[in-house]
T-cell receptor, first 112, second 116 residues
Framework: DVKVTQSSRYLVKRTGEKVFLECVQDMDHENMFWYRQDPGLGLRLIYFSYDVKMKEKGDIPEGYSVSREKKERFSLILESASTNQTSMYLC???????????FGSGTQLSVL | AQSVTQLGSHVSVSEGALVLLRCNYSSSVPPYLFWYVQYPNQGLQLLLKYTSAATLVKGINGFEAEFKKSETSFHLTKPSAHMSDAAEYFCAVSVASPGSARQLTFGSGTQLTVLP
């Protein structure tokens, strides 16, 4: 069974902390994505990667960075967490054509 | 740039009634179109997709959608709602970008409630 695993289901952090969200996929997919999901706004793309060490900004990259050192792992980094980054974060992976994305179950991040 | 508009953030239907969730897209090039479903406390899973083959697309759990280029629409339907269909549904569009991967742009979602 294919799997996208996000390291934490719930996370509580304080303002100014550095936060790492980890995502691992076991399908040898080229592409990986980070979205944030907010009520009424749907999913918004933060960053994506189409190869190891490659990254591209999505629609809302400000305040975030990413790392992809290995094909199966894609990390989202909040350098200095702020309260407006409280959200549900979803990781996804897909093949080169992205005809189907596989999603993790999400990390609900609260920044206090 | 592409975009998706989902009409109605909340839709309620009775069990056994027709389900119709509306999606309109904007794209300057031929798009791929998708419907994803999200059950509580889970990630999204693909219901169905249109990738320039047949305009009427059948998906899982009895759902289908029709691509209508003239109306720039991709509405999701199911003839008879079941209680287990209660979930949030997202329409998405993707277009090819030279030298880059296709990116999915999602709509804001429609929460479907099924009444007994």
């Amino acid at each position: 069974d294919v799997k996208v695993t996000q390291s934490s289901r719930y996370l509580v952090k304080r303002t100014g902390e550095k936060v790492f969200l980890e995502c691992v996929q076991d399908m040898d997919h080229e592409n990986m994505f980070w979205y944030r999901q907010d009520p009424g706004l749907g999913l918004r793309l933060i960053y994506f990667s189409y190869d190891v060490k490659m990254k591209e900004k999505g629609d809302i990259p400000e305040g975030y960075s990413v790392s992809r050192e290995k094909k199966e792992r894609f990390s989202l980094i909040l350098e200095s967490a702020s309260t407006n980054q409280t959200s549900m974060y979803l990781c996804a992976s897909g093949t080169a054509t992205n005809e189907k994305l596989f999603f993790g179950s999400g990390t609900q991040l609260s920044v206090l | 740039a592409q975009s998706v508009t989902q009409l109605g953030s909340h839709v309620s239907v009775s069990e056994g009634a027709l389900v119709l969730l509306r999606c309109n897209y904007s794209s300057s090039v031929p798009p791929y179109l998708f419907w994803y479903v999200q059950y509580p406390n889970q990630g999204l899973q693909l219901l169905l997709k249109y990738t320039s083959a047949a305009t009427l697309v059948k998906g899982i759990n009895g759902f289908e959608a029709e691509f209508k280029k003239s109306e720039t629409s991709f509405h999701l339907t199911k003839p008879s709602a079941h209680m287990s269909d209660a979930a949030e549904y997202f329409c998405a569009v993707s277009v090819a970008s030279p030298g880059s991967a296709r990116q999915l742009t999602f709509g804001s979602g429609t929460q479907l409630t099924v009444l007994p």
